[in-house]
């Protein structure tokens, strides 16, 4: 820094003087001299903008997470890591703070084009998880969500557990209220529903496509750092959390569940502001030559094999969704 000012400061005084004799009243060697001379700032030390290895297939999904969504940096580190990300926290911070800080106030304006889908073409599926105030006590709950691409509408359940069987029981109990069933079955690449996330080498969970053989559902998923691709069933846990997570109060799980199932008749009831209609289910007879395109009308009761009595007379007439 020094040498700089004293190069810069030499030759205001002597504008005749050259690069050579400078050098040697400094100290420094002629190649010093010239790039102080050039320079109009102090050159500082400036590390490569190259991309880690370990980072790049979660590009878009870190933009998307920080830019978009403005998300906390540690929060974006923890989902990294459950979609397979196995570099270092400080990759991701010196990742972020030269590739993406200058375009965060522009991020907002940033927009996608709406996926849409035909009628019974595609339900979605995810879960989240919440700590919760039941009765005076802090408890870890799970709450379900299916969701259908063309209406919107949302079947909620809840659970104490995360396992393989109560992800199946959250599918099944969705299916039963709606009566009916969508070609496709978007979900993410959770360990219960798949074996291996690997673009190159993936696998379904044999149990998981056993059970979408079973009731004739075609699985998709979304790719790891493709946050975008199942939007319609992440965002609905955002107002979840704002609208009925934090604002409520519970004497028990089934007091939850029950304040749940309210919730949800409220939110379906709402006009969806993409829409512009509300979340409604239109009944439809197994008959319907609608019904051959636009919803899997199939005798589900007949299918729900698995479930209990109680459940299947809760069971409405085949709908489109």
């Known amino acids: 820094m020094e040498d700089w000012v004293t190069i810069k400061n030499i030759r205001k005084r002597n504008e005749r003087l050259g690069t050579r004799k400078i050098a040697k009243l400094v100290g420094v060697s002629r190649n010093t001299v010239k790039r ?13 903008s190259k991309v880690n290895e370990l980072i790049e297939p979660f590009v878009e999904f870190i933009k998307e997470s920080y830019g978009v969504k403005r998300q906390r940096v540690s929060v ?26 200058a375009e965060k106030e522009h991020a907002s304006a940033k927009a996608y084009m709406p996926y849409s ?103 998709s998923r979304s790719l790891p750092g493709h946050p975008w691709s199942k939007g319609k069933v992440e965002n609905p846990f955002d107002y979840l959390e704002h609208h009925f ?30 829409t512009a209609k509300k979340r409604r289910l239109r009944s439809c007879s197994p008959q319907s030559r609608h019904i051959s395109w636009s919803c899997r009308a199939i005798p589900i009761l007949e299918r729900l094999s698995g479930i209990s009595a109680s459940r299947k007379s809760s069971a409405r007439s085949p709908v489109t969704v």
């Open 117 to 219: 889908t035909l009628p019974g073409e595609q339900m979605l599926y995810d879960w989240s998880e919440y700590r919760v105030v039941i009765g005076g006590t802090l408890v870890t709950l799970y709450v379900h969500l299916l969701l259908f691409g063309y209406s919107r509408y949302r079947v909620y359940s809840a659970s104490l557990t995360i396992r393989q069987s109560d992800v199946f029981e959250a599918l099944e109990d969705g299916l039963c209220e709606i009566g009916g069933l969508c070609l496709r079955l978007q979900v993410d690449n959770a360990k219960v529903l798949v074996d291996n996330a690997s673009v190159s080498d993936f696998r379904w969970n044999k149990r998981f496509l056993s059970f979408c053989g079973f009731y004739g559902i075609q699985p």
């Open 245 to 274: 997570i934090t604002n409520t109060s519970f004497v028990s799980f089934e007091d939850f569940v029950g304040k749940l199932n309210v919730f949800q008749r409220e939110v379906n009831a709402r006009v969806h502001h993409a």
């Open 76 to 101: 974006i580190i923890s989902n990294l890591r459950s979609k397979g990300f196995c570099g270092s926290d400080t990759s991701v911070y010196r990742y972020i703070a030269p590739h993406i800080k």
């Open 36 to 48: 102080a001379l050039s320079a109009e700032t102090y050159p500082t030390y400036q590390r490569s």
